[in-house]
């Protein structure tokens, strides 16, 4: 039973963690444990509870609690802070009831209710038992007749068991540079983490990892989790003096605030996570299958080898320059060919058109159509690139409605690649863009989208906002979610990719609506292997799609190029016209190699060998689900001379099975291969792929 209830709480248990809760004698929602799943209800703790011994010892900072509001002598970061029509700002929740709801996804509702104010607060808890997941959301109700202003609602405070050396790792990173794992101590304090952005930035995701600082790839004790949201966010990581340490999570309260009129309800994002005893590898592979099995749109979808021409042609896009590139690329094998920016009207260069979603008179004047009809008689697909959140000045649609975009009236607009920032979240916006969109993709046989979202938000006001200005933060992402999702609806078979400026929107709740990610606009191949590991913490490899382009030729070979992109959805995007025909031919072999193998990248579990970011010679592995096949891939940058590489040690191989390793001799039994590992040698700029075979 994923949730069991006894006198002492509630446990929700998964296939192999537990997560367990209840309320101490003081009446408070309480933390107990959260762990390895243990064989018997009673041996789970006991909800604390705390005694006032020392005035500064506050019992409501002692307790870990599991939704502390701000409120009471409670000192630790709360989760929830509201202001009531009186001015009142402080909240005491009390529990009222339970109840469980069975069904695939079992879902424990607790229900607080303020001691004197008539707010609700219900705490979400779903299990999702075979990806030992645990999912938290908060949904809050005024029953009053006056307003409540919300400051900060956090989706989930997780509490870690005592421990006082507790690591924190995450990523950052910039544009052009995502993705860096970094691992800190967390010590005394809060260690903050968010986007202020309006998007999930390039900078932070909203992900985190913590360890005792002895965890492995494949060993060791690591929670982690993540929120899915696509817009301002915040995680707040704090341990007390008291030795606590817990995680908050939740959107941003920065510059927040939501006025909660009589009858409302407000629901915050989900917050999901987990406890794995696997080391960092096995968080990752829980998080992956989670991704694929129950997030992504298309499910099981194989994703199509794309080319894209956008660092060929650049704006410079008609329809005569993408045939001959189409041409190249369907010899080549390419499955689906992507028009990106500069088709649409008056789009020369990137100051012009976004907002004019019809295509350029002058660049295509019988319309995409007939550049669609070459691109499937060559036997591919077609894609095209729009920025739907985006307006430049020069545009009808901005001439026409200037007060659409976000902004403040008393103040000059900021632009960023000449462009503003349309305010999704008013109606009529949504419904202009949603008409568009529609019209494009009834008209145009086209079969996927990359969506971009190319610059940040500056003077974020909403001037005739319904509720508070500030609830723009919240109402634009889920403007984007509203417009997105009836797009999808309407369009079922399109796939989507989220893009912004490369990975500045890769998270859980865009991957509902988006199937593929751009990852990073730094196509060099070189600098990709680092960010492609950073994401592989996060996301599975279907959702990453990966070009093999022309930067970094002069250092990196084709084939080097292609093995980082296969390690992905692999695609093309570099000026195939200027490639000699050896190099398309060469081409054609890899992506023929790469639909052999891509089912085991797509779906299989993936296991980082040696990380790119640590070290020069690395490797990444597949294996998939059934274990009779995997693939392995090795990457050498630049090693100063001697290089000493130890040997790399498989994982996820059958222990009893024998394998067969591409190039190497003998067949070995796949304990051997994970224990004796296996010796590669590699130059400079090098790299290898290497199939497993079971025998
Ligand atoms: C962003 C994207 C690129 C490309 C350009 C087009 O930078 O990340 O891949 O689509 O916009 O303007």
């Known amino acids: 039973m994923p949730i069991e209830v006894n006198e002492q709480g509630w446990v929700l248990t998964t296939h192999r963690t537990a997560y367990a809760f209840g309320i101490n004698q003081a009446g408070l929602l309480t933390h107990r444990y959260w762990g390895v799943r243990l064989p018997r209800l009673d041996d789970y703790p006991v909800a604390p509870s705390y005694a006032e011994k020392v005035s500064f010892y506050e019992p409501l900072t002692l307790t ?12 630790v970061d709360p989760c929830l802070k509201v202001s009531f029509a009186d001015g009142v700002r402080d909240v005491v929740l009390r529990f009222e009831s339970f109840d ?22 219900t705490l979400h808890y779903r299990v999702h038992a075979a990806y030992d997941l645990v999912e938290r959301l908060v ?32 990523v950052t990173g910039r544009w052009y540079d995502e993705m860096y794992l970094r691992r800190e101590p967390l010590v005394q304090g809060i260690k903050v983490l968010e986007s202020r952005r309006l998007t999930t930035s390039h900078h932070h995701n909203p992900w985190f990892a913590v360890d005792d600082g002895s965890a492995r790839e494949s060993s060791g004790a690591v929670y982690f989790g993540l929120l899915a949201w696509s817009g301002n966010w915040k995680l707040s990581a704090e341990m007390t003096d008291f030795g606590s340490t817990r995680v908050n999570i939740g959107l941003n309260d920065w510059d927040f605030a939501w006025r909660l009129a009589p009858g409302d309800t407000f629901a915050t994002p989900s917050s999901f996570a987990g406890y794995s005893d696997g080391g960092f590898g096995r968080a990752s592979r829980s998080l992956h299958d989670f991704i694929r099995d129950t997030i992504l749109p298309h499910r099981p979808v194989v994703h199509k080898v794309l080319y894209n021409s956008w660092e060929a042609t650049e704006f410079a896009v008609d329809e005569r320059s993408q045939i001959e590139l189409a041409r190249h690329a369907a010899k080549m094998g390419i499955e689906l060919f992507v028009l990106d920016d500069g088709w649409f009207h008056g789009r020369n260069d990137d100051t012009a058109g976004l907002g004019d979603w019809w295509p350029d008179e002058r660049k295509f004047p019988h319309g995409l159509g007939t550049l669609i009809a070459q691109v499937n008689a060559l036997g591919m697909d077609f894609g095209l690139w729009v920025e739907p959140e985006m307006v430049n000045p020069n545009s009808d649609l901005y001439r026409t409605h200037p007060d659409w975009g976000i902004h403040f009236p008393t103040r000059a607009r900021t632009t960023a690649r000449n462009q503003l920032i349309l305010n999704f979240g008013r109606t009529d916006v949504q419904e202009y863009i949603i008409a568009q969109l529609n019209r494009l993709l009834s008209e145009n046989r ?24 500030r609830e723009l933060w919240v109402r634009h992402v889920e403007g984007l979610y509203h417009v997105w999702s009836t797009l999808r609806e309407r369009h079922p078979d399109v796939i989507w990719q989220s893009c912004s400026g490369g990975g500045g929107r890769a998270d859980l709740a865009i991957l509902r609506l988006a199937d593929q990610v751009w990852v990073s606009d730094n196509t060099d191949a070189a600098a990709r292997l680092a960010i ?42 570099g000026h195939l016209l200027h490639w000699t025909p050896e190099q398309r031919t060469e081409a054609a072999h890899w992506i ?13 579990d993936q296991y980082r ?31 100063p001379p001697p290089a000493p590489v130890g040997p790399l040690y498989l994982r996820g191989l059958d222990p009893e099975a024998q394998y067969e390793i591409e190039g190497l001799d003998g067949i070995r039994s796949g304990l051997a291969w994970m224990h004796v ?19």
Request: with cysteine.
């Open 64 to 75: 870990p609690e599991e939704y502390p509001p701000y409120g009471g002598a409670r000192f």
């Open 100 to 121: 469980v709801r069975e069904g695939d996804v079992p879902e424990l509702l607790i229900h607080l209710r303020d001691t004197f104010y008539p707010f609700r607060v």
């Open 139 to 170: 949904t809050v109700q005024n029953d009053g007749d006056t307003p409540i202003t919300l400051e900060r609602i956090w989706s989930a405070q997780w509490h870690l068991p005592a421990h006082e050396n507790y690591r924190l790792m995450h």
């Open 446 to 469: 086209i079969a996927f989208i990359k969506w971009d979202m190319n610059r940040n938000v500056s003077e974020p006001g909403w001037p005739d906002a319904p509720g508070d200005p």
């Open 532 to 573: 492609q590991e950073g994401y592989s913490h996060i996301f599975p490899a279907n959702t990453m799609e990966a070009w093999v382009t022309d930067v970094g030729r002069e250092r990196l070979s084709l084939a080097f190029r292609f093995h980082v992109s296969m390690c992905g959805s692999l695609g093309v995007g």
């Open 592 to 604: 023929a190699l790469y639909k052999e193998i891509r089912h085991i990248i797509q779906f299989g």
């Open 609 to 639: 060998l040696r990380s790119p970011q640590e070290h020069p010679f690395s490797a990444v592995q597949y294996v998939s689900k059934d274990r009779s096949e995997g693939v392995l891939f090795a990457f050498r940058t630049h090693m």
């Open 677 to 695: 590992g296996l010796q590669l040698v590699l130059k400079d700029f090098d790299s290898t792929v290497r199939r497993i075979w079971r025998r």
